[in-house]
Every structure is written in structure tokens, then in C-alpha cells.
């Protein structure tokens, strides 16, 4: 069952999941990608318990978290939040895993609050996007853009978007397309992601990226990623002075659906 904190308008929705050591010195943060939620990382929290204690949060306006068109969802903004939860429950520091999107959010956390984020996980990582000013300022006056929001993605479909993060497609169950779809049934998050588009920040700079002296592991689905290409990984280890790139065989973008299990004996071995 979620629990919710309230942040500068944001009710957004977390799970804290205690280690099955009594007395374990670990923590690790979990944070999904693009359209996910927290629900992609349920193969993960059994097995991770046996060594950390297990933090998944929703990030608005995804999942369980609220939706609102008025809230800020520049990713400064949720990195603060984050900050901000981790304080209420009194973690002085953590690993931080982050997919796709939240991969660059962990990026951000250990460049902006490097005392409070022990390691870097980065699956599939978001980097070197740039925003469009135009972009931004369309989406942000057209009335009509929650609409096309609403239609492409069920143009889309969940089912299809699933499968083309995904190298095996056969993994979709019926209750997995139904938690992806969930969200999207309420009408209130097509104006909430505009608001996202819109406040959307360029990714880290590389003299940012420099300043990052955290080890990283960074995990990609090689070729058959089809969402962000792997290369942009060895792009990142020209700026990242401590971190290693992993290619996973037989891939797609969706890693924490893919290969729960490998990436759960990584980081109970390391």
C-alpha cells in the first residue's frame, strides 16, 4: 500500500519497503521512467530486502502521484522532493537506481546533493537531451494539446509501447498492460504531462556530468534498445570519471521488466 507525501502542490505517492535485516545500514532509491511508475520495479523490492531497505516513489505525474496541470515537474523540482522525503524519514544517505528518465533524475541527485547519494544505478539512463525553447512554448499555449496528447497515446496504445521497449514481448501479461494502462484511464494526466513537456529541463551538461565523482554502474540493452541507442552509454563514460558500462544480450529499454534478476544479483554482490 502507497503512502503519500505532500510537496509544494504535489501529493506524490511512495513505498517503503524495510530490509529483512534487522539491523541492515542500507538504503537504496528506485525511479522509474517515462510513463511507468514504481509498478516496474516490483520484481526487484523481495530480493533487494535482503540487503537494503527499499524506497520506490511515483514520479508526478505517473503512477499513484497526483496529477495537476499546475504543479512544476522540472526535474530540479523532484530532485528536491525526493531530498525533501528522504529527510522525513531520516535516511542521511543511499544508492539511487534510476531507468530511463530516472536515470537522469539520479544523475541530478548526485550532481546537485552529492553528501546524500552513495552510488549511481543508471538503467537506460536519459542524457544529452536538449530542450526546445519552441517546443516548450507551443505546447504550453496550445488549448488543444491534452487532446493530442490523449489521442496519440491511445493511437499508440499501451500494449504497443510496451512492446517496443521490450526485446521479448512475451514477457506482457494481462495484469501487467492492465497497471500500465491504469493511470492513463484518468483524463487528468494528459494536461499534467503537457505541464511535463513544457517544464521539461535540458539533460546535464557535460562539464556537469564531470563533476560527478559517485561510482556508477551503468546498464544498457545494446542494439536492441530501441528507445535510446547504447551508444549514448559510452558517450557518458567520457564524462563520468567512476562509472563502468554493462551491456545486457537479448535487451530492449525496459531493463527493470527485462532483467530484474540480474540487475537484483548485481547489487547484492557489490
Request: charged content about 20%; hydrophobic content about 40%.
Amino acid at each position: 500500500m502507497g503512502r503519500y507525501f505532500w510537496f509544494k502542490g504535489h501529493a506524490i505517492c511512495y513505498e517503503f519497503h524495510p530490509s529483512s535485516l534487522a539491523h541492515s545500514d542500507h538504503y537504496i532509491v528506485l525511479l522509474h521512467g517515462f510513463l511507468a511508475s514504481k509498478y516496474c520495479f516490483r520484481q526487484l523490492i523481495s530480493p533487494l530486502q535482503r540487503k537494503y531497505h527499499v524506497l520506490t516513489i511515483d514520479i508526478p505525474p505517473f503512477g499513484d502521484s497526483s496529477k495537476s496541470k499546475e504543479c512544476l515537474y522540472e526535474y530540479d523540482h523532484i530532485v528536491k522532493a525526493i531530498v525533501f522525503l528522504l529527510d522525513q524519514l531520516g535516511i542521511d544517505k543511499t544508492e539511487i537506481l534510476g531507468h530511463s528518465m530516472g536515470g537522469q533524475i539520479a544523475l541530478r541527485c548526485g550532481y546537485f546533493y552529492p553528501e546524500r547519494f552513495s552510488k549511481l544505478i543508471l538503467l537506460s539512463p536519459c542524457c544529452f537531451m536538449q530542450q526546445s525553447p519552441l517546443f516548450a512554448k507551443t505546447m504550453g499555449w496550445n488549448p488543444y494539446a491534452p487532446f493530442i496528447a490523449r489521442g496519440l497515446l491511445r493511437h499508440k496504445g499501451v500494449l504497443e509501447i510496451l512492446r517496443h521497449c521490450l526485446y521479448d514481448d512475451t514477457l506482457i501479461t494481462d495484469e501487467m498492460l492492465q497497471k500500465y494502462k491504469q493511470p492513463f484511464l484518468n483524463r487528468e494526466i494528459y494536461p499534467s504531462i503537457v505541464t511535463w513537456l513544457k517544464d521539461h529541463q535540458e539533460d546535464l551538461h557535460e562539464e556537469q556530468l564531470q563533476k560527478i565523482m559517485h561510482d556508477c554502474t551503468i546498464f544498457w540493452g545494446g542494439k536492441q534498445d530501441l528507445i535510446l541507442p547504447y551508444t549514448l552509454g559510452y558517450e557518458l563514460l567520457k564524462f563520468l570519471k567512476n562509472a563502468k558500462l554493462i551491456l545486457l544480450d537479448e535487451t530492449g529499454h525496459f531493463i527493470p521488466e527485462e532483467k530484474p534478476n540480474y540487475i537484483q544479483a548485481y547489487l547484492l554482490q557489490s
